[in-house]
């Protein structure tokens, strides 16, 4: 293992992790100010992916498509919070479970009656299309580079918006004491929808910056929703400081477990033991840093409110 | 109320049976939903092109085709299996995609002594030890395409391979298929999660390994998703891929396109295979479904095609189980892959050739043969079968 | 009417195979196998979600792993493929699995659980993809079911009847524990944890006992399901087989099978066809002796407990210059007193003096940062809420804190169990034991409740609600009675009523009270601290309070002001 090696996984691990960040923000708020458990973020997220590759086949423009199709999903998110979520604040976690599940396989199926069953596919622009020298032997490509200066950049945007500004304040109230939010504005609907709406908005980016990577394919929210509630749980939920810590601590420890693991274990254990064992940790690495997680803090590293 | 409605349906299965002595029925379960659909789409295309070329009448007889999902889940391929076998009484099963639904189902269909014709997953174990003289396999066994890939690689001199797969038993099959014939050394040997969507740690790591080749076997969206972030990595430049066909189907092609050009993978059909029942296959289903077959379809086709030739052997008596295995072992049929017979544990004994994906003059990505790997080639299981 | 009905649904569950094969449908015998096999999984997920109000989405981890334990017999251990053993086995294996998760888990709440427990079902899933041995992600064919002695297990319609047997006495068996005092003080942490700690239950033991109980359940379901499919795959232990059960749960009905059940009369009265087939198969008492044995050698201990905490001094608790600051606010600020036994102290204070920080602090809800906490002679600083009610502490809260949705004598009855023998009492109805009844029934008596004795709590209005409060205090026969402003938001009639019941417990029992209504405090209270800013400015008889000129001041001094 080289150190070229080791600092390009790095890489890996944090542009992984950023891209967690743009799921589990939005999810991170709507579970803390609505105290909504949206087990259907994953098909917003996919919902953004599937706008921005059919807008940008549409208009012939990468950075149109992803404009238009954050706009859009934005819109989307706005609307699904002001027809049905909004009744299900004040349920209990058990229906917002069972309701929001149902939403995903809705999600999935109109998926499928619009789009088909075959994935959809949308290349990366040609001016990031390649690969970029970072230091001697380290090559890093375009696409991915760019997707973690975005993730860099929106965590800067999202820590100004949450400490500095007024709606920050109002967010930060929220997630700390939602009684308290709801005595201060009559606005507080409006503010719901704006935060669902900006999640959403999250989601999209994120589908839009992985869809040139990934398969655009139905089901793809669920695979990463876990991934990203794992991220929320860890952070604490509310805190946008702890989903991007905890983005960053998932996204490394699931890459280096991955590109590591395999290897340490073969050094220190017999081989036939270590094949066996090295994917099995690769693969719950993030589950046993949440519960290690957990069980030290039962409220995650960051817990909002008292 | 649960009790009720056991009784509502059981009313409902009764007006459904009393079923005709002079028809064939056919139980097809495949993966027709969820990430793995795309390919139990294509098997169940190609086998109803199969029953529209026989005029809608398999050997002659009135066919009633039973077409179920099991959502690439095993336990409810188990139920659908059951109920198939048990309630609706079919003759001849057929239609699994994957090998983990293959297993959870076999012992209800072969226990009960139907005929099972499996379309794409060929299990090793029932090519050795555990053949089974209901079950046939028009399609491959499993490390096979690996075989052919690994007899390449060793032909043409490579010497030091990254070899990545699932996580998962098929997976380790295909790599003993690939070591069985390749016998250089391995720059890595990778296992990922099944469903993995991102590779950038893997190919991080191939990057670092500085291979003469990688071997990829990654199914369905895995692949589909790998090779996109190949091509962005900027390494297809420099190390050549090869592959199994599976990773380089027709529908993969089509929907990943540019980064699958010039890649190299091995199969025992393609588009162009020369004969004149594979110009019509590939003809009539371009008209019929609007894209090109690929080779699950083909099979899927085949599979139509053998059960068509037996009934027609044994004269439409599928009742009479000993001779239509024997009219099955005679596989006599024209296969869309050309020459094409069964070895005694009832695998086929068949070619298999390097495809490499080009651009067509239509601008489509598709796969030409560049050359004949094996010629009747068998699998390494055989000698185990006592059948 | 409803015993028709079970009788019917019985009959009907017997003669099922029998029907089918007149119809030549025995297709449907394994079908029907399979649901009552996902009935087993769901009630018992039901014992967690419904009773214990603990929300998991791991459940498939049990399930999965019970299932791998037959697979894995079937394929090493033929030895050990008696069901005799197997299952058994399959159930002590989830045992401990569950013990092993729910021991991490339920130190979390809420959302934290659900997605604790579904990383746990994630890890086991992972783990069996990993053992190529027995088939990885393809999962492992099993060739023979389970034996068991005769019967033909390979026989379909025989195996359906030995998974109804098994259903029918789980049901039984869970229908019996929601009766017990396990079952209803599961239900009581379900309707409000903070307060079955305050009086003394050891929550996250009961919580982990029925998370127990309900994996080695769902352990038994998934053997079943291995031997009914005959063959295991980690898609057994995928999320959204926890989902289905979740679902199938909810479609049972959480309030109707198990959970918040209506009572009627004392009787438990609900609708699911699981109580009724539950309480129309016999009583079998004499059941379990020797776990019975066992408790009983833990009330043993308690009692023994209680005995070493003999008075030695006139007072019965002190305080020691205690502290806490919340930020950079110092709420209570050395805090020292004193309370004689059988005396009624009094603390008063104006608003945020930091009366409820200091009374948390003497109960236990809070950790004083510094200073030390002394009952009968013995530093309790480091005990927990539950461990303090065990001594002898009882608390009223200031927001009104009961069990909703219980019915007022149950409410008390839930009380009086805690400190009344073990809650690890898992057969026996509660209903038949008279002790808790009688105890109960003379409790409400004495706070003036008993007419209201089978209404819900819930429906109780605010007077009554804190006379309710007292008499949930009453019950746990405390050595030490907090109120903390039990007078808060009173109308004067039924402030006169609450001052007559705690000056008719004067003497009996020693009573912390925290309250605003000076008249009351200054009737009902032998000595008074005054609290200003958090610290104790004075303390004396209503005399010397009403003389002393810092108080004056200091907390009448608003009045006084310009």
Redesign the interface.
Known sequence: MTWILFLEQCLNGLQFGLMLFLLAAGLTLVFGIMDLINLAHGSLYMAGAYLVATLTQATGSFMLGVTLGIAATALLGMALEVLLLRGLYKRDHLSQVLATFALILIANETTRVIWGVQPLTLNVPDTLSGSVQLLPGLTYPAFRLTIILVGLAVAAALYILVVKTRIGMLIRAGASNRQMAMAMGTDIKWLFTAVFGAGAALCALAGAMLAPLLAVEVGMGESILILAFVTVVIGGIGSIRGAFIGAILVGVVDTFGRAFMPTLLRAALPPSFADAAGPALASISIYLLMVGVLFWKPRGLFPVGS | MRKKLFFLILAGALSLSAQAADKIKIGFIGTLSGPGGVIGVAIRDGFQLGLEHAGGKLGGLPTELLIEDDQQKPDVAKQLAERMVKRDKVDIMTGIVFQNILQAVEPTVLGAETFYITPNTGPTDLAGAACNPYFFAVSWASDNYSEAVGKHLNDKGFKNVFVITPNYPGGKDVVAGLKRYYKGALAGEVYTKLGQLDYAVEISQMRAAKPDAVFLFLPGGMGVNFLKQWQQAGLGKDIPLIGTGWSFDQDTLAAVGEPTLGALNAAHWNLDTNNPTNKKFVADFEKKYGRLPNEYASQGYDAAMLIDGAVRDVKGKVEDKPALRRALEAANFKSVRGAFKFNKNHFPIQNYYLRQVIKDDKGRFVNKTVATIFTDHSDAYVAACKM | MRHAWLAV?IA??LA?PK??AL??????V???S??LIW?LLASSLNLL?GMGGM?S?GHAAFFGAGAYVVGIIAADLPQLSSALLAWPLAMAVNAALALLIGV?SL??????F???T???A??VL??F????GY?????M?I?RRSSLPGVNMADDTAFYYVVLALLGFSLHALGRLKASRFGRALMGIKDNEERMESMGYPTFQLKLASFVIAGSLAGLAGALMANQ???V?P??LH?DQS?TA??MV?LGG?GSLWGGARRRGGVYASAG?ADCLHSALADCPGAFPAGRRLLRSRRHRRIVFEETAVSRSGNLLETHALKKHFGGLQVTDSVSLSIRRGECHAVIGPNGAGKTTLISQISGVLKPDAGSVVFDGRDITAYSVHSRARLGFARSFQITSILPGFSVADNVGLAVQAVTGTSFSFWRAVDADHELADRALEILREVGLESLAGRLAKDLSHGEHRQLEIALALATRPQLLLLDEPMAGMGPEESERMVGLIAGLKGSHTIVLVEHDMDAVFRLADRISVLVSGRIIATGTGEEIRANAEVKIAYLGAEEAP
């Not at chain 3, 119809?23 to 449907?28: A, D, P, T």
């Not at chain 3, 130190?107 to 934290?112: E, I, K, L």
């Open positions: 649904l009907l569950a099922f029907i089918a119809l030549g449908q025995e297709f449907y394994s079908f029907a399979r649901v009935a979600v929300v989405l991490v130190r979390t709440r809420g959302v934290y659900i997605m604790i579904l990383a746990f994630q890890m992972y783990i993809v990993s053992i190529k088939g990885g992600d393809d999962g064919t060739a499919n005959g063959f795959s898609n057994m999320w989902g979740l679902v909810i959480l066809g």
